[in-house]
């Protein structure tokens, strides 16, 4: 008979979540009965054949970092075309249409207390926050997963943040409120888009995603995207309330972070569904 000594250990090991490829193939590739690596619409198919050619190649990872670059390119050329268009739009009277009302009425009800207390919020997503949440998120996840695949996801996440808050900015070069109606510290960068908005939702969703995937039951997935989505929409909402951007600022920020993170979670899945099919063959 087997010691029990031995069968405790064997059942401690099945009980832990796989590591590595086994682990992704496992554990990543299904969130709530929903097929990751399976493509039902052609786009989604011709996207599989081209990348597990890619795979085929060059293996998984690097495939991974391929179709990351070209999102990356794809996504800061929408960058610029929004914000050229954004920039037609709102040239003559963008400010006076939306986002002077806006910043008029959250001056009628600041509070400097309130406003030292968000103040401290928003550097959570600021040039030192954010950074060290994606660090120490990349760290613990890729550590405790035994993987490379939360390290390249994450910083693919800042990279193109960074990218497209440095394009946005430069393209339209938009002044941000003027110092009288903001609170310091004051910051003197360009105002379109905003920076921590876009890099929380950008850096947070995909920390969220990655979090999601190995959550079993649904009321774990929605307490992390409510509080992924809660938290971000306040850093977009204190930026205005400080008076450090104006509202439309925001909104692209958020919308463009979304964006990103959208183009990151379709570079996964195309990561592991060539994980699948490393591992199982299809049939013909």
Same mark, same amino acid.
């Given at each position: 008979?087997?010691?029990?000594?031995?069968?405790l250990r064997a059942a401690a090991a099945a009980s832990r979540p796989e590591h590595g490829a086994s682990?992704?193939?496992r554990e990543d590739t299904t969130v709530g009965g929903v097929e990751l690596t399976r493509w039902r619409t052609p786009p989604g198919r011709a996207l599989a054949s081209i990348a597990e050619r890619i795979g085929a190649a060059l293996g998984p990872h690097a495939a991974l970092l391929i179709i990351l670059a070209i999102g990356l390119a794809i996504?800061?050329?929408?960058?610029?075309?929004?914000?050229e268009v954004y920039d037609?739009?709102?040239?003559?009277?963008?400010?006076?249409?939306i986002d002077r009302p /806006?910043?008029?009425?959250?001056?009628?009800?600041?509070?400097?207390?309130? $406003?030292?207390?968000?103040?401290?919020?928003?550097?959570l997503a600021g040039t030192v926050g954010m950074p060290l949440i994606a660090i120490s998120a990349l760290l613990?996840?890729?550590? *405790?997963? *035994?993987?490379?695949?939360?390290?390249?996801?994450? /910083?693919?996440a800042g990279a193109g943040s960074l990218l497209m808050?440095?394009?946005?900015?430069?393209? /339209?070069?938009r002044d941000r409120p003027p110092v009288a109606d903001a609170v310091p510290p004051f910051e003197v960068s360009a105002s379109f888009p905003s920076g921590h908005t876009l890099n929380a939702v950008a850096i947070l969703g995909i920390v969220a995603y990655l979090l999601v995937l190995r959550r079993r039951t649904i009321g774990a997935r929605v307490v992390i995207i409510a509080t992924t989505v809660a938290f971000t929409l306040l850093v977009a909402a204190s930026r205005v309330y400080l008076g450090h951007h104006w509202v439309t600022d925001v909104v692209a920020g958020w919308l463009l972070g979304a964006a990103w993170?959208?183009?990151?979670?379709? $570079?996964?899945?195309?990561?592991?569904?060539?994980? /699948? *099919?490393?591992?199982?063959?299809?049939? $013909?």
């Open positions: 008979m087997e010691p029990i000594s031995d069968r682990g992704e193939r996504t800061a050329g929408l960058a610029i075309l929004a914000a037609a739009v709102t040239d003559e009277d963008g400010v006076a249409g /806006v910043l008029d009425a959250i001056l009628t009800i600041r509070d400097p207390q309130a $406003a030292a207390l968000i103040t401290g919020f928003t550097d613990i996840l890729s550590i *405790r997963r *035994r993987s490379w695949t939360p390290l390249v996801l994450i /910083v693919a808050t440095i394009a946005g900015k430069v393209v /339209v070069g993170v959208a183009l990151i979670i379709t $570079a996964h899945r195309l990561y592991l569904t060539l994980r /699948v *099919r490393h591992q199982e063959p299809q049939p $013909a």
